[in-house]
């Protein structure tokens, strides 16, 4: 195994719902010894706290749509400031837009951005046949990771739970979100000399292997980060 290169310790994970990008982010934050930084998760917190924040977010999210950038800008700087995050983070699921990207480069600079590619028809499947653990938080999926009993958790025996976003229609609008708005990020922090390209397909531990040959990996190049 190949340890990631020290330098390389700002990172935003980009790529479509359902690449994996928090299953792996995970994993490098605890390599690299920073902070996981999910704004979905942080949001999804907020919604089961009952937070002002949460209640405002959870209709958008719900129906797939972006939460508004001020919502999620409050939570997210609020994290970003913690002493933690001062030398390095894995951002994952943020920026979603380009006005978030251009927050994003007022309050720091980046190492790398990882964009996680993966087939539409593979994504959708990965999202709609996902099933979560309300108990303990496992994830299993009904084709690739299915439970020993059907709907039921093989550690907790809980009936398993699907994310109201993981539902058909809202993955739909999920997916299109992305296109239309996410996607346009590769071209900007491509011309900034930042983008890495990953495969994601395969099993999470092939996934994890590449990623840890592309962050030892010099940058392609210098570039102004500026928008
Ligand atoms: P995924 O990337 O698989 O869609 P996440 O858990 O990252 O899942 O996000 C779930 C939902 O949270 C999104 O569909 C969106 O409603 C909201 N969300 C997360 N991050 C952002 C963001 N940066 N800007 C706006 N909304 C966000």
């Known amino acids: ?55 405002a977010a959870d209709a958008h999210m719900r129906a797939g749509g972006l939460v508004p950038d001020a919502l999620v800008l409050e939570i997210l700087g609020e994290r970003l400031r913690k002493p933690d995050a001062a030398t390095g983070f894995v951002l994952d699921g943020f920026p979603r837009n380009l006005a978030q990207a251009k927050e994003l480069a007022r309050r720091s600079p980046l190492d790398a951005v990882l964009w996680f590619e993966l087939p539409r028809p593979v994504l959708v499947e990965r999202l709609t046949g996902r099933r979560v653990c309300p108990t303990c938080g496992t994830v299993y999926n009904v084709t690739s990771r299915p439970p020993r009993v059907e709907g ?76």
């Open 1 to 55: 195994m190949t340890a990631p290169a020290a330098s390389a310790r700002r990172l935003v994970f980009l790529g479509p719902p359902g690449a994996g990008k928090g299953t792996q982010a995970a994993i490098v934050a605890a390599e690299l010894g920073v902070p996981h930084l999910s704004t979905g998760d942080m949001l999804r917190a907020a919604v089961r706290e009952g937070t002002e924040l949460g209640k």
């Open 152 to 227: 039921r958790c093989d550690r907790e025996g809980a009936a398993l739970d699907q994310r109201p976003d993981d539902r058909p229609d809202a993955v739909g609008v999920r997916l299109r979100v992305y296109a239309e708005q996410t996607a346009p990020l590769l071209e900007h922090y491509r011309s900034a000399g930042l983008l890495r390209p990953l495969d994601a397909a395969g099993s999470p531990g092939d996934v994890t292997e590449r990623l840890r040959r592309l962050l030892a990996a010099p940058p392609a190049r210098r570039a102004s980060q500026g928008l």
